[in-house]
């Protein structure tokens, strides 16, 4: 494997961060390093009010910590401006949110399309690839079909569909599951699964859902902002 | 894709989008609306200014200030030459509709006919009539009435000439010229208006000269009495062929028109026949300018002691007019920006707060701060683009309903009743200013609500319910 391959796609160094209400500090993140490699599928498990969300947050570049380093992709994203942020998270970042969060306006294929109009790729090879991703979910008949027609089980696989299509070098998932039926939670976790394994992607989600933490690689347990 | 996500999420909430275009719409139809009435009074008030008075009067210098109290000081020298050098220009020979010179004459009208003895003052004006029907056809903007032929003063060499309502009505003429709603006094006055009681002698004069020259077609005659350049006294009779009745009362009161010859002969007697006026009409308004410099570069040229004034200057009420009706204009597009502004701004705040976690979402894709802005932004202009071509489409047909409803009315500058009708509104600087004047003030209201969703931050806005 070359260094690039075994290289960590996420580095935290000392990271925190807390919340102000007022006068009241609340710490969410306390004093995190981690490092997440390539290619796995990773856990970020905890309670809830752990802090995980936050944690995921910052890796994904839109939170920003009060402290500590943050490396994606070895570029340390705290230096960068917020369009440069805005850019580095369009080419190397997908996200999978827990209430799918896809554009009620536009149809699933122009949802999947989206992110691929911010990297300004050429209208045909869009096509091509958003086609190719909407089949690999499973999703090629429902192509033209707004969220509001789709089940939530539809509408997560577009979402998926969504993070994967640019090619991303990291997928964050916020309780993709929390939102579905047993049956349906089970069905996203394995086309996760098949997808991370198919697309060579870091995926890392944030759960309590002990389906999918049985399918870790790696997985951080994180309790009142400490990993422990 | 902007526009697409722009136009899909106006759509979203139909009916709030249709009712805030449905404002701009109606922004639009007040102000073309308005614009399309204030069109047609300033092309009717100028085609009426244009047809009596042309667009350009040479005057010798001073006269506009001074002369119409003694018109007979200021008379232009050679007058013929002058307007054969104006003629034959060739800046000015294809700008001029008509030319043709006049004489005012200012003094007092007496009616000493019938048993009647009435005098007042009057002011005058020598006319050439061939001259004035040419210019009563002038109607550029398609504003003016129907062109009916008026052959009273059509006679270059006749006394025939016509007064105005009001003098008609102290001389004691309404009864023997049929005018309608024009009493006559209950006692017949031997004074009237503010002119001074007639010398006994030149009404005696007035009387042997009403006596030597019997009327012609049985139409009453007056007598015109004035001061000569020379200070004599001087007299003339003029056969009253009818009325022309003025807006303004205070001229109505003391209009009296007739052919220039008689005037000539009353101002100047003997003696060389000036005129106190050089009229010019032009083709197009948007000459007078180069015309006026024109003329003025060739007054200057041949050191003549004469002055230009335009149709403007010569009637300041044209002007008031204008600035009034361009100031209501402006207090109505004003409350129409100001209710444009405020229902867009709602419309926008509710659309921000309603799709906040959808900024977050799209914000964490990687859409940069400035393109959500531009996306919200958008969503403004299309409002305002949407509701401001419903709103030129409903000005067209409510013109056209309006222009076929058959209305009558009096506009100002008029004394006779005439269609109501509405200028379609072609003017670029109307219809245009209009709609790109609404589509700026919605995007500009949806500024702020953009700015509140580009600066919105991303966590925030993805944990928005």
């Known amino acids: 494997m070359s260094e690039q391959a075994t290289a960590p796609v996420v580095r935290l160094d000392h990271v925190a961060r807390v919340y102000h209400a007022g006068s009241i500090s609340i710490p969410a993140v306390r004093d995190i390093s981690l490092e997440i490699h390539p290619r796995v599928f990773s856990m970020i498990v905890g309670p809830s009010g752990s802090g995980k969300t936050t944690l995921l947050n910052m890796i994904g570049c839109i939170d920003v910590p009060d402290s500590g380093q943050i490396e994606v992709r070895g570029e340390n994203v705290l230096r960068l401006s917020d369009n440069a942020l805005a850019d580095f998270r369009a080419r190397n970042i997908g996200y999978v949110f827990q209430s799918f969060n896809l554009i009620p306006v536009l149809s699933a294929f122009e949802n999947v399309e989206y992110p691929l109009l911010l990297l300004n790729v050429p209208p045909a090879e869009r096509r091509r690839r958003t086609l190719a991703m909407l089949e690999a979910v499973g999703l090629e008949t429902q ?3 707004r969220p509001n027609e789709l089940s939530g089980g539809q509408k997560q696989r577009v979402a998926i569909a969504r993070a994967l299509v640019k090619e991303p070098a990291v997928v964050l998932a916020d309780e993709p599951t929390a939102n579905l039926d047993s049956v349906t ?4 976790i394995t086309l996760m699964r098949q ?10 989600f944030s759960t309590h859902d002990p389906r999918l933490m049985a399918e870790a690689d790696q997985t951080f347990s994180i309790r009142d902002g400490m990993l422990v | 894709m902007l526009f697409r996500l722009a136009i899909r999420n106006i759509s979203r909430n139909r009916r709030r989008s249709i009712m805030t275009a449905s404002l701009v719409a109606m922004g639009a139809l007040a102000l073309l609306l308005f614009g399309a009435f204030t069109t047609y009074i300033f092309a009717g008030l100028e085609t009426g200014l244009v047809q009596r008075g042309g667009h350009l009067a040479v005057y010798r210098q001073g006269y506009f200030l001074f002369g119409p109290g003694n018109p007979a000081a200021y008379g232009i020298d050679d007058h013929a030459a002058v307007m054969r050098a104006f003629q034959d220009d060739t800046v000015l020979k294809g700008m001029i509709n008509v030319m043709t010179p006049t004489q005012a004459v200012v003094g007092i009208a007496g009616n000493f006919s ?6 007042k003052t009057f002011f005058g004006v020598g006319l050439v009539g ?21 052959d009273r003063l059509s006679d270059p060499n006749a006394s025939r000439g016509v007064i105005g309502r009001g003098v008609a009505r102290m001389l004691g003429l309404c009864e023997p010229l049929h005018v309608s709603n024009c009493p006559s ?5 031997q004074v009237s208006g503010a002119a001074a009681p007639l010398d006994p002698a030149l009404a005696d004069l007035a009387k042997e000269d009403l006596a030597s020259q019997p009327a012609t077609n049985g139409a009453p005659r007056i007598d015109l009495l004035s001061a000569t350049a020379n200070g004599a006294p001087n007299i003339v009779s003029l056969d009253v062929a009818g009325i022309d009745t003025q807006t303004v009362k205070e001229l109505d009161d003391n209009y009296v028109a007739m052919p220039l010859a008689l005037a000539q002969q009353l101002v100047y007697g003997r003696s060389e026949h000036k005129v106190t006026g050089i009229v010019l009409q032009l083709h197009h308004t948007a000459d007078v300018p180069v015309a006026r410099a024109r003329l003025l570069a060739m007054i200057a040229e041949r050191h003549l002691p004469l002055e230009v004034r335009d149709y403007k200057e010569l009637n300041p009420f044209f002007v008031q007019v204008v600035g009034l009706f361009s100031l209501i204009f402006l ?9 444009v502004l405020f229902a867009v701004v709602n419309t926008m705040t509710m659309n921000v707060l309603e799709r906040t976690a959808e900024i977050g979402t799209i914000r964490a894709m990687g859409v940069r701060r400035a393109s959500v802005r531009r996306l919200f932004l958008a969503e403004g202009a299309m409002l305002g683009a949407f509701g401001a071509s419903l709103g030129v489409v409903m000005a067209f047909i409510a013109i056209a309903l309006i222009n076929h409803a058959g209305f009558q009315w009096t506009p100002p500058g008029n004394t006779d009743a005439i269609p109501f009708q509405l200028a379609w509104p072609t003017r670029p600087a109307l219809l245009v200013g209009t709609w790109l004047g609404l589509v700026l003030v919605a995007t500009l209201a949806a500024l702020p609500p953009a700015n509140r969703a580009a600066k919105s931050r991303i966590v925030d806005a993805l944990r928005h319910v």
């Open chain 2, 331 to 339: 207090f109505l597009a004003l409350i129409m920006v100001m209710i």
């Open chain 1, 195 to 204: 997808m991370q394994e198919s697309f060579h992607t870091s995926f890392i």
């Open chain 2, 130 to 150: 061939a001259d004035l029907e040419r210019m009563r056809q002038w109607d550029e903007h398609g504003a003016a009435r129907p062109y009916v032929p008026d």
């Open chain 2, 185 to 189: 006094p209950e006692h017949q006055p």
């Open chain 2, 114 to 119: 019938g048993g009647i003895s009435a005098s």
């Open chain 1, 185 to 188: 939670g089970t069905a996203i």
């Open chain 1, 143 to 145: 192509a033209k079909q």
